[in-house]
């Protein structure tokens, strides 16, 4: 396989993002302009040195803050795309000259929010760069705002449209963005339109309640304690004082391979000499603190230990975890380094594995190491081991350096040491865990009461009487009302007034001729208001049905006559039509005027011939009331057509609680 063909499989950006890793990204204005946008030759070495000054400048404003912050895994560093290309950027922001880097915090989430302050730090010094910032779990400043946010944007819809600039959180908005975005388009909106862009006072605040603490929260998360270590150790930590984080992590993650290292102590303590411990104050991070204290661990055979009862035990077992993790994680990097292997060594394995080397062979087989072999010979003479084996054995070789000028253990003893910090935070943390659920409940619980405050004014407003919240209380009547309101005022024979611009054609229907059709087929009888009974059927029917009381009405302008005919129409209408429904099954089930209500252990009457005789006429204002209940209840709480037409109405039904009773 040729040298080219490796190396374009490492500038692949790997699908697979480093866990409990934040990446960011900042973008400076002058990246974005038309001559980079076109890759104008011209102005790529420009921007390239504009990339290392800004390089240069933001690490300077920002080590005040950095300098004696021990970080968990790797320290925060940022580098020039186009010097190195970001591995795991979205391939869009390569083409954008930009700065980039990530940090593992493994199980130090404050590492993570640290570098949130100090993306945000950047910003307000320098307001002329837009910063992106996400983790394996997306943009997780959005769910640190969730409930603040606009209902539009989730994960799907985030993308490229989450920035920081200016010290504020900016979001890019749908309205001039419906789909996603590019990036150049993004970054361009954001410069042009700060003020469109910035999110809402409540996500800001949001966010700066969770870094606003920042940077004396950094300092706070600091734990100073005395350990008893070997000399050697004692001297790699007064040089550097950030190595500590390697050996809480070669301690922490150790394995049987690096635990034979450990029983060894061949480099840090080889002749088990008590002469050779000595007691220094060191830092770390609570979390590493925790690390080495939360774990039981044998010291290795050999190994000098003051009896449990010693008042200096706790600080000798401590200093022993951390002279073992030095012992692991430089004898293992240091193999590392000779062998050849690495992250990049574990991608190109696997590359190899995808691409069919090994032919299907099981691992450990004859065949298979033969071309394991092949493979970490070509690998251990390519350029990319060398930069690779250089950044592994970095560490290893600042050890040696140190080591190179041995001390003696007199220089540290004698010694004027601080106190050790108080620990109790490591054993209540219980409390502080209740109180971020407190705070996360009473945040939740904020955020429902404005929701439906949100929603009750206009709720109010358009509900009036139908406001209780008490179905026995409520005025059933004004359903029936509210009916013959919406049918007067809000519709008529073109169809009901609903909000919204609709282009619906005009119907053309002449009503006129339409009821003269109707008359002409029912064909009304002579003295149809002669008996009395007729009459109330009209008066009680038409006191539900008017066809149309609205101002343009062409009816008001017909003149008595035309009134007297329609009057008699419709009285006869409504005889025919109530003798038809009382033929079918449909009959019982109106409510009749005048009809008293069935008792529970009563079925319908089964009288038919005095029924026949006087006709009761059907209670429509009761009727429509029954049918809407019944609907309404059938929805159980879901929208459905009886609560949409309620609410054109200007009603809102409360729930009936008692359904079942």
């Known amino acids: 396989m040729a040298e080219a063909d490796v190396s374009s499989i490492f500038s692949q950006k790997n699908s697979r993002l480093a866990e409990d890793t934040v990446f960011y990204s900042i973008f400076p204005d002058s990246s974005l302009s038309p001559d980079i946008k076109s890759q104008n030759p011209i102005t790529i070495p420009l921007i390239s040195s504009q990339l290392q000054a800004l390089h240069l400048e933001i690490l300077h404003s920002l080590s005040s803050y950095t300098t004696n912050y021990i970080w968990q895994h790797e320290p925060f560093t940022i580098s020039p795309s186009t010097q190195t290309p970001c591995a795991f950027c979205p391939s869009s922001s390569n083409q954008i000259p930009h700065l980039h880097g990530k940090l593992r915090y493994g199980d130090n989430l404050e590492d993570e929010w640290f570098v949130v302050f100090l993306l945000f730090e950047v910003s307000r010094r320098f307001p002329n760069l837009s910063i992106s910032v996400w983790d394996t779990d997306g943009e997780f400043l959005l769910i640190e705002a969730a409930f603040h946010l606009p209902k539009w944007l989730n994960p799907e819809t985030s993308t490229n449209r989450i920035f920081i600039r200016g010290g504020n959180l900016h979001i890019v908005p749908t309205n001039q963005f419906p789909t996603v975005p590019t990036l150049f388009d993004a970054l361009s909106y954001v410069l042009t339109n700060e003020e469109k862009t910035k999110a809402s006072s409540s996500v800001q605040l949001a966010i700066r309640n969770r870094i606003g603490d920042y940077p004396n929260r950094a300092v706070k998360n600091m734990q100073r304690v005395r350990v008893r270590v070997p000399v050697l150790v004692a001297q790699i930590l007064k040089h550097e004082p950030c190595l500590i984080s390697l050996a809480v992590e070669g301690f922490y993650d150790r394995d049987i391979d690096s635990m034979k290292y450990a029983a060894k102590m061949e480099l840090f303590l080889p002749n088990k000499s008590a002469d050779d411990i000595v007691e220094v104050s060191v830092i770390m991070s609570r979390a590493m603190y925790a690390?080495?204290?939360?774990?039981?661990?044998?010291?290795?055979?050999?190994?000098?230990?003051?009896?449990?009862?010693?008042?200096?035990?706790?600080?000798?077992?401590?200093?022993?975890?951390?002279?073992?993790?030095?012992?692991?994680?430089?004898?293992?990097?240091?193999?590392?380094?000779?062998?050849?292997?690495?992250?990049?060594?574990?991608?190109?394995?696997?590359?190899?594995?995808?691409?069919?080397?090994?032919?299907?062979?099981?691992?450990?087989?004859?065949?298979?190491?033969?071309?394991?072999?092949?493979?970490?010979?070509?690998?251990?003479?390519?350029?990319?081991?060398?930069?690779?084996?250089?950044?592994?054995?970095?560490?290893?070789?600042?050890?040696?350096?140190?080591?190179s000028n041995p001390g003696?253990?007199?220089?540290?003893?004698?010694?004027?040491?601080?106190?050790?910090?108080?620990?109790?935070?490591?054993?209540?943390?219980?409390?502080?865990?209740?109180?971020?659920?407190?705070?996360?409940?009473?945040?939740?619980?904020?955020?429902?009461?404005?929701?439906?405050?949100?929603?009750?004014?206009?709720?109010?407003?358009?509900?009036?009487?139908?406001?209780?919240?008490?179905?026995?209380?409520?005025?059933?009547?004004?359903?029936?009302?509210?009916?013959?309101?919406?049918?007067?005022?809000?519709?008529?024979?073109?169809?009901?007034?609903?909000?919204?611009?609709?282009?619906?054609?005009?119907?053309?229907?002449?009503?006129?001729q339409f009821m003269k059709e109707i008359q002409s087929v029912m064909k009304p009888p002579n003295g149809a208001h002669a008996d009395g009974g007729y009459d109330d059927v009209d008066e009680d029917f038409s006191s539900g049905m008017d066809l149309d009381d609205s101002e343009d009405s062409d009816y008001e302008e017909a003149g008595d006559d035309h009134e007297n005919e329609q009057a008699a129409f419709?009285?006869?209408?409504?005889?025919?039509?109530?003798?038809?429904?009382?033929?079918?099954?449909?009959?019982?089930?109106f409510v009749r005027a005048n009809e008293p209500p069935l008792k529970k252990d009563e079925g319908p009457s089964n009288a038919s011939g005095d029924a026949d005789e006087e006709f009761s006429p059907v209670d429509v204002d009761l009727n429509l009331v029954k049918s809407f209940l019944g609907s309404f209840s059938s929805q159980e709480g879901l929208p459905g057509p009886a609560s949409n037409l309620l609410g054109l109405m200007g009603l809102q039904l409360p729930q009936d609680n008692q359904k079942d009773k």
Not at 295 to 324: H, N, V, W
Not at 336 to 346: A, D, P, V
Not at 424 to 445: H, I, K, P, T
Not at 482 to 509: C, H, I, T, Y
Request: overall charge negative; proline content about 5%; glycine content about 6%.
């Open 570 to 589: 419709m009285s006869s209408y409504s005889d025919v039509l109530s003798k038809e429904l009382k033929s079918t099954t449909l009959d019982k089930s």
């Open 408 to 512: 003696s253990a007199d220089e540290f003893k004698g010694q004027e040491l601080p106190p050790s910090d108080d620990d109790s935070w490591m054993y209540n943390g219980e409390d502080e865990l209740n109180a971020a659920l407190l705070e996360r409940q009473q945040e939740m619980e904020d955020y429902n009461m404005n929701h439906k405050k949100n929603k009750k004014p206009k709720d109010h407003e358009d509900a009036g009487p139908s406001s209780s919240s008490n179905i026995n209380d409520y005025d059933l009547g004004d359903i029936a009302k509210s009916m013959q309101d919406f049918v007067q005022k809000m519709s008529s024979f073109e169809g009901a007034e609903v909000p919204g611009d609709r282009n619906l054609n005009d119907v053309d229907f002449d009503v006129e």
């Open 291 to 403: 690390q080495l204290m939360q774990q039981t661990f044998q010291a290795p055979k050999g190994y000098p230990m003051p009896p449990r009862s010693d008042s200096g035990y706790a600080a000798a077992e401590l200093g022993m975890k951390i002279a073992c993790g030095f012992e692991m994680i430089y004898q293992t990097r240091k193999q590392e380094g000779l062998e050849g292997k690495g992250s990049t060594w574990e991608v190109y394995k696997e590359s190899l594995e995808r691409s069919g080397y090994f032919e299907g062979l099981l691992p450990g087989s004859k065949e298979y190491k033969r071309l394991m072999e092949n493979a970490q010979d070509y690998y251990r003479k390519s350029s990319l081991h060398s930069r690779e084996s250089e950044i592994m054995s970095a560490p290893v070789r600042r050890i040696d350096d140190i080591l």
